[in-house]
């Protein structure tokens, strides 16, 4: 049956409209207005028209930050997508195991983001921790706050801890719609496990994947607290993700002018990769339709 | 209104876009319009490419201001040309 479309419905948004312009279409407002101007604080301002979008696009510091930022969600990814669909394709289907597996796997979900950090952050440390503590015993030189590849290795390791439960369980409850009768076929053909998982369960959850890629990505690029907490990004600036850098720039410096202007085109990356996130799933939504 | 630091150019900036929206929110009710396919091969419809428009277009300035130099009155002129390709093929 056709959907009758009525754009007059639009104006039941009304309400959320009114509510998002309070916590985030004003304060954008003011963030775009603090952009062109400068301040030394006590509210006021002089007109400082594009300089600070002018050095912010010119700033070595804010496209090494934008590189790391981008190596740091193309590790991850790389990471968690391929060990996500291959934890759910070897969960137990059914039964008592597939439930414990199931919760077993959300907890690191349900734990709060500042509290992952400092879980790693004592984890990881040499005196106490039982990670670090483990490594140096070993011999391993292993120390987060001293050497960068440490400090990597541990925000990586801790954010693929953290997420990759995600990718898998939207991975399994991809896996679990497929039909049976697509695995009897594939049994009669005499499909190697390769061909079933290359022809079979892989274009089915495609569109399962598509979203986890996209969650994963946007969470990425956006993420704070969590090596905020283990490294303050550091050693030096080695783990200096966009956001941190900001914060340090609007909060520590109090540069409200560069850090609004830094802010604008990170919120335009953002926004740019929501709009790629939203088309997407739209398309796979209607063609599956 | 004085904590948020208004200016005079970031105030009409404003008053174009919210004016924008709601001359496309008008026309989109008075005129319903089926979504088509062009170029990047998914459905659009006029809203879609206003906010294509738009976005590429602070993309456009941003890109003018880092490469060629402060001179965005040319860059609003790429901007129209953008917007008419949007909205003619997109």
């Known amino acids: 049956m056709e959907k009758t479309i009525n754009q007059k419905a639009w104006f039941l948004v009304l ?61 991850i990814l790389t990471i968690q997508i391929p060990l996500g669909v291959f934890v759910a394709l070897n969960m137990p289907k059914s039964g008592f195991w597939s439930s414990f597996c199931l919760v077993v796997m959300s907890l690191p979900l349900l734990i709060p983001w500042n509290v992952v950090g400092t879980i790693w952050q004592i984890f990881g440390r040499v005196d106490i921790g039982l990670l670090g503590y483990s490594l140096d015993a070993l011999g391993i030189s292993y120390n987060y706050t001293q050497n960068t590849f440490a400090a990597w290795v541990t925000i990586i390791i801790m954010d693929v801890w953290h997420w990759t439960s995600l990718v898998a369980l939207l991975a399994f409850a991809g896996l679990k719609s497929i039909p ?90 953002i926004l740019l990769i929501s709009w790629v996130f939203y088309t997407v799933m739209i398309n796979l939504d209607k063609r599956e339709g | 209104m004085d904590w948020m630091a208004w200016t005079w150019p970031t105030a009409i900036f404003f008053i174009i876009i919210a004016s924008t929206l709601t001359v496309f929110t008008v026309l989109a009710i008075k005129f319903p319009e089926t979504p088509r396919k062009g170029i990047l091969r998914i459905e659009t419809t006029r809203g879609d490419r206003l906010f294509i428009t738009l976005l590429g277009s602070a993309f456009i300035n941003l890109a003018w201001l880092g490469v060629v130099g402060a001179n965005q009155p040319l860059a609003l002129i790429v901007c129209l040309v953008y917007a008419f390709a949007v909205f003619r093929w997109v």
């Open chain 1, 15 to 75: 309400p959320v409209l009114v509510l998002v312009a309070f916590s985030a279409v004003i304060p954008l407002m003011t963030v775009v207005n603090y952009s062109v101007q400068d301040t030394f604080g006590q509210n006021q301002f002089f007109w400082a028209g594009l300089e600070w979008f002018d050095e912010m696009l010119h700033s070595e510091r804010m496209w090494d930050a934008l590189g790391r930022q981008l190596m740091f969600s193309a590790i």
């Open chain 1, 180 to 269: 049976d009768a697509y695995y009897q076929a594939a049994k009669i053909d005499q499909a190697s496990r390769w061909a079933i998982f290359r022809y079979i369960e892989l274009p089915k959850m495609m569109g399962v994947l598509m979203i986890a890629i996209l969650l994963r990505f946007m969470d990425s690029f956006m993420i704070y607290t969590e090596p905020f907490v283990v490294t303050g990004g550091g050693p030096g600036n080695a783990t200096t993700l966009l956001s941190i850098d900001l914060v340090k720039m609007a909060l520590g410096q109090f540069d409200l002018g560069p850090a609004a202007a830094f802010s604008i085109m990170y919120y335009l990356v």
